[in-house]
């Protein structure tokens, strides 16, 4: 029991120190703004820690942080392996082929009032799909390599990321185009020098979004056949041999992929619509 009031203790000093860094007078700042969430995160995983290790949690429930890193330091071939399959080949493919022929749809959905009325109702019913009825049809359609998961990727963000498109451009007003007009611009040099640059938010919003979208369609496609490499299959093999460290190390490289990927899509959304309201306090 000792280790589990120790846990308390480091969850109440965590708690304090947060607390004194958000609402003291350097809370604004950048350093305090990295600085809190980083001490969260370490106050989670050391109370984690002790819990487990107090409370004797059995390893086919919950292993403790300090076992899974071993387990990622010791298998970091087989990460690696497992990454390059499901998500840059997989994941990477399918949101690039997806988002890629969404934008161009939304342009031409644009132009045509019979596309936008018959092809958006159609894409609210397949976005309601749910992935455990697809995956297993494309997978079967595709193959049991990456093009399947690429293939449940592309389905899954299309759809997300040609409605918030579609959004976006006709987010210019009315006064807008009229004054694009009067300047005798062409439909093309409206949609490249006013409509597309207010749309950039509707579509880095759409990006963003796929970006988890396609990570779990890749994995979520890959418990339905695999070769014997990737992330879905590692973890759904590794659940059957009751190697949850092995599973959590999976995690572990999933939500850093996430994590990178989201963060690369909102960095270059800061350099492209700085002067939009959303991004001026950022």
């Known amino acids: ?26 809370a604004d700042t950048r350093a305090v703004g990295l600085l809190v969430p980083v001490i969260f995160g370490l106050t ?3 109370v984690w820690e002790l819990l487990v290790r107090g409370l004797d949690v059995p390893l086919v429930i919950l292993p403790a942080p300090t076992l899974i890193a071993v387990r990622f330091a010791d298998s970091l071939s087989i ?8 998500i840059l080949k997989g994941a990477l493919g399918g949101y690039v082929i997806g988002c890629s022929a969404a934008f ?15 092809l958006l109702p159609v894409g609210n019913f397949v976005a309601a799909l749910p ?19 690429a293939a449940v990727v592309v389905v899954m963000v299309f759809f997300p ?16 185009r009229d004054l694009m007009h009067t300047y005798a611009a062409s439909y093309w040099q409206s949609l490249l020098k006013l409509r ?32 014997t490499v990737g992330m879905g299959f590692r973890i759904s093999t590794s659940v059957g041999q009751l190697a ?9 490289v999933a939500a850093l992929a996430g994590s990178l990927f989201y963060g690369l899509i909102a960095a270059l959304e800061k350099a492209l619509t700085f002067w939009h309201p959303s991004q001026r306090g950022a």
Not at 79 to 86: G, H, K, R
Not at 161 to 176: C, D, F, H, K
Request: aromatic fraction near 14%; glycine fraction near 8%; include cysteine.
């Open 1 to 26: 029991m000792e280790l589990v009031f120790l846990a308390f203790l480091v969850w109440c000093a965590g708690w304090w120190i947060n607390a004194r860094l958000a609402n003291g007078p350097r």
């Open 44 to 46: 989670i995983l050391l």
């Open 79 to 86: 990460l690696w392996q497992d990454f390059a399959q499901t």
């Open 104 to 118: 161009v749809t939304a342009i031409l959905v644009d132009r045509s009032d019979f596309l936008r009325r018959g």
């Open 131 to 149: 992935i455990v009825g697809t995956a297993p049809i494309l997978v079967m359609w595709f193959g049991f390599d990456w093009h399947s998961k």
């Open 161 to 176: 990321m040609l409605v918030n498109t579609v959004a976006g451009l006709r987010e210019a007003s009315e006064m807008q």
């Open 196 to 227: 597309l640059p207010a749309a950039l938010p509707f579509v880095f919003n759409g990006l963003k979004i796929s970006t988890t979208l396609a990570l779990v369609g890749a994995i979520v496609a890959e418990f339905f056949g695999s070769p």
């Open 244 to 252: 949850l460290d092995m599973v959590w190390a999976e995690i572990v």
